[in-house]
Every structure is written in C-alpha cells, then in structure tokens.
C-alpha cells in the first residue's frame, strides 16, 4: 500500500485511520478502477455491475454501518474520503459508492430494530444494495408534487407510480420508495410514507438505461412501480413520515455525498492542468512560465483549497454531531459551483486539446454537470441558506444539533417542502 498523501489542509480533520483508508481507496482506485474508466466512457449506454461488487468486496457500502451490524462504523469523514477520492479517478465509480450509502442512512434512522437486523448485515456485506427513489419525471425537487401513491388494501400497500434519476436504478436490489398515503390536500409533511421495496417484486420493472452526459456507467433512471404490493412490516419510518425520512437522507447523506464528488472532479481538473501548462512549449520556455497562465492557475488552487475545507469541515461538525445544516448546504452548493468555474477554466487552458475524446479532461469536465442537480440545486440551497441567515439575523434560528435531530427513532426536521436527493 502506497503512503498517506493527506493534504496539510485537512490534518484537523484526519486521523491515522482515516490516513490509512485515503491511502487503500487511491491503490483500490488505481489497481481496480482506473482499467475500467474507459470501457465504461466507450459505451454511455451500458450500465456498469463490477465496480459496485468491488466496492462490496470492500466493505464500503458498510462505511456507515454499526459495527453490531457488520458494518465499519467508520462516520462521515471517513466516507467522504471513500468517495473523494474515487470521484478523482472516476466520477461514476463515486456516484455508485454515494448512490448506494444514501438510503443506508435512512434505514438507521427509520428502520425498526427487525428490519435494521435483517437488512444491515447485508448492507455491510455487499448483498443488499439500496436506492433512494423520491424523484418523478415531472415532480423534480418539488416533493410535494409527486404523483406515486400506495393505498391501504385491508392486508398491504399497494404501490403505483414512476420515479426518475435514481441512483443506482438498475443494480440496487432494493429500493426505498416516497410515496403519497394520504387524501389530497394533507400537507406533504404528514402525506407521504417511505417503502422497503425489492427489486425483483411483482410490478417493478427498470425502463431501458440511456446514456447521459456524463457519469458513464452509473445508472441514474427510471424505475416503474405497476401496483407493488408492500407488506406493513416494510414501511420505512411511521405512515405518513416519508417526508422526514427523504429530507433527512438528502441532509445527512446527499448533501455531503455531492460535495466529495464535486471534489474528486475538482483535483483532478486542477491536477491535469497543472501537468498540462508546465510541459506545453510556449516561445522559450512552457506556457506556466506566462503571468496570465500562472494568475488563473491561482485562481483554481484557491477555489480547490476552499472547496478541500468546506467539504470536510461540513461532515468532521456532522461527525461530531454539531448542527451544520448550512454549513453541509454550502459545501455541496459551493463545491459544485467552484469546481465547475474550475472545470471551465481548465478546459480553455487546454484549448483544442482538452476536447480530445481520449483525454481525461473532457470527462471530467462532462461528470461535473451532473453534480448541479442532485441533493439539492443551486436555486434550492441558496434559499435555504438565505433562510438560515435571516433568521439567524432576527434570533429565531435555533442550531440543534445533528446528534439529537436524527438520533434514532427521532425525526428530522420539516422546514421545507423542497427535498433533492
Ligand atoms: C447524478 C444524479 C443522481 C441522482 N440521484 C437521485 C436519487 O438517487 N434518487 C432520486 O430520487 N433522485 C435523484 N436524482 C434527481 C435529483 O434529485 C433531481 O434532479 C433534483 O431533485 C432536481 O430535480 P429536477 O432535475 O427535475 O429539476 P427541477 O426541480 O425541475 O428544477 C429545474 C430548475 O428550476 C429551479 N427551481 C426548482 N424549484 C425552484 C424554486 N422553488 N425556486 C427557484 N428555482 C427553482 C432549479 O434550481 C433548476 O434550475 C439524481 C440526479 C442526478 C443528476
């Protein structure tokens, strides 16, 4: 195994653990992941099963999981290494691992002492792999407009609707579903109920994987649910709490998760630039050795160490269960927005070179779009953060804690309407 290579940055936040799994993800992500990134860039439609049975291989779905369990109990940081630095060699292969870790966190939380004891070994083992499906093909993050529903047939739930953009759609082997319960006109905090649905159950069925911009090889599709009949022992959470448990994920989970793909993406772009300007023979010398080269490259190592704090700071306060609500929002929000102004920045200073199909750069660049979206869009989180500010300037915003908000089997907040997983 190579040497810890930790940024100086981040030594309040690592420990030697967590210096020895950044240093067994980097040899993981070279020795297992690296060889396959271009199989998967070469054919956008197909949808990639090994990398998540590696992952499992390792345990890491079970990154998050108590150890009672199986699982490495390993908190928030050490899961944001996980993905950090899978995210620099290949986006996909992240957005597998995060995908799959968001649901696990609604099933601590929500899930009853039974269904935590069946499932979460499993989880930590690799053979229960989860979605979270709140999304609909025209909902986006309005949850409150989703149209899936299940009604009470005397015996179980009977379950109808599509979902869209769920991660990890085609290979996840069970799926937690957000539907409506109640009649029109209850407010969405009490209206919906979260579902343990397995993929091979009569009615649910994956419509055909097609190829997006970027993330080749992670599935993020449709999934449709034609009267799924669910028993009441698989409810997610109480009836009626299935805002609470999607909210909460996209919070604890989602938010976080984004942040550490952002950042891959982000050292990668800074990285192949850096490489790409030192060796490109400008006049006498290279085109680094140029004052207007050298203050843009400034510019990306500033916004990369920024987002190297924020994105750690946010989950070592959730690790430590401070209240960090913003401080997660900011992260996946500015994370995002400044690898992207990265990403731009480095595409033109590679010019026509960084539009080569067999050059790194473009894929980077293409799998940071993706990161916008999910856990929350921009316009979302800014108004989010807005909210947190102005209360805070009238005195009336209270910082509870993580550790008491989503200590099970406490509910988390409702303060919106507006869930993005
Ligand atoms: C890679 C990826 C993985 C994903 N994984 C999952 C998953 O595992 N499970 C799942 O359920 N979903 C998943 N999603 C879907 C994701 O949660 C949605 O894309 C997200 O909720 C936004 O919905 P939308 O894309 O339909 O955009 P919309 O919500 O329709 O938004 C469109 C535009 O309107 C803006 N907007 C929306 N509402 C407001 C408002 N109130 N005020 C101002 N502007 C607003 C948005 O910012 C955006 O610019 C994933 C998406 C991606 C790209």
Same mark, same amino acid.
């Given at each position: 195994?190579?040497?810890?290579?930790?940024?100086?940055?981040?030594?309040?936040?690592?420990?030697?653990?967590? *210096?020895?799994?950044?240093?067994?993800?980097?040899?993981?992500?070279? *020795?297992? /992941?690296?060889?396959?990134?271009?199989?998967?860039?070469?054919?956008? *439609?197909?949808?990639?099963?090994?990398?998540?049975?590696? %992952?499992?291989?390792? &345990?890491?779905?079970?990154?998050?999981?108590?150890?009672?369990? &199986?699982?490495?109990?390993?908190?928030?940081? =050490?899961? #944001?290494?996980? /993905?950090?630095?899978?995210? $620099?060699?290949?986006?996909?292969?992240?957005? /597998?691992?995060?995908?799959?870790?968001?649901?696990?966190?609604? %099933?601590?939380?929500?899930?009853?002492?039974?269904? $935590? #004891?069946?499932?979460?070994?499993?989880?930590?083992?690799?053979?229960?792999?989860?979605?979270?499906?709140? #999304?609909?093909?025209?909902?986006?993050?309005?949850?409150?407009?989703?149209?899936?529903?299940?009604?009470?047939?005397?015996?179980?739930?009977?379950?109808?609707?599509?979902?869209?953009?769920?991660?990890?759609?085609? /290979? =996840?082997? %069970?799926?937690?579903?957000?539907? $409506?319960?109640?009649?029109?006109?209850?407010?969405?905090?009490?209206?919906?109920?979260?579902? %343990?649905?397995?993929?091979?159950? $009569?009615?649910?069925?994956?419509?055909r994987h097609t190829g997006k911009l970027g993330l080749r090889g992670f599935s993020f599709g449709q999934i449709s649910f034609d009267r799924v009949r669910v028993l009441p022992e698989n409810v997610l959470g109480e009836v009626g709490q299935g805002f609470d448990v999607a909210q909460s994920s996209s919070i604890l989970c989602g938010r976080p998760n984004l942040s550490a793909v952002s950042l891959g993406l982000h050292e990668t772009a800074v990285s192949l630039t850096g490489q790409y300007v030192s060796n490109r023979p400008r006049y006498n010398g290279k085109l680094a050795d140029l004052s207007v080269i050298r203050e843009r490259l400034g510019r990306m190592s500033a916004r990369l160490i920024t987002a190297r704090i924020l994105t750690y700071h946010a989950v070592d306060m959730l690790d430590r269960g401070l209240s960090c609500d913003a401080e997660l929002i900011a992260a996946k929000s500015l994370g995002h927005d400044l690898a992207s102004r990265t990403g731009n920045d480095a595409m033109e200073l590679h010019a026509a070179n960084g539009l080569d199909a067999d050059y790194p750069l473009q894929r980077v660049w293409r799998d940071m779009q993706t990161t916008y979206a999910p856990a929350g869009t921009g316009e979302v989180q800014r108004r989010r953060l807005a909210e947190n500010l102005l209360e805070e300037e009238a005195g009336t915003k209270a910082r509870t804690p993580y550790s008491v908000l989503h200590s099970r089997p406490h509910a988390a907040p409702v303060t919106d309407q507006t869930v993005s997983i």
């Open positions: 195994m190579s040497m810890p290579t930790t940024p100086a940055t981040l030594d309040r936040f690592i420990t030697p653990a967590h *210096q020895a799994l950044w240093a067994a993800t980097d040899d993981f992500a070279t *020795q297992e /992941i690296l060889p396959r990134v271009d199989r998967m860039e070469s054919a956008p *439609q197909r949808v990639n099963r090994s990398i998540a049975r590696s %992952l499992a291989g390792r &345990g890491w779905f079970g990154v998050t999981v108590p150890e009672a369990f &199986g699982g490495m109990q390993a908190g928030h940081v =050490a899961k #944001t290494i996980l /993905i950090h630095r899978l995210a $620099r060699v290949s986006g996909a292969a992240a957005a /597998i691992l995060q995908a799959g870790l968001i649901p696990v966190t609604a %099933l601590d939380y929500y899930g009853t002492e039974d269904q $935590r #004891t069946t499932l979460m070994p499993g989880v930590a083992d690799g053979s229960v792999l989860m979605s979270i499906a709140v #999304t609909e093909p025209d909902q986006g993050g309005h949850i409150g407009g989703m149209h899936s529903a299940a009604e009470w047939d005397g015996s179980a739930w009977v379950l109808t609707g599509i979902k869209a953009h769920v991660g990890n759609s085609h /290979i =996840a082997n %069970l799926h937690v579903v957000i539907a $409506r319960t109640a009649p029109p006109g209850t407010r969405t905090s009490k209206a919906l109920t979260a579902f %343990l649905v397995r993929a091979n159950q $009569r009615g649910v069925d994956v419509m």
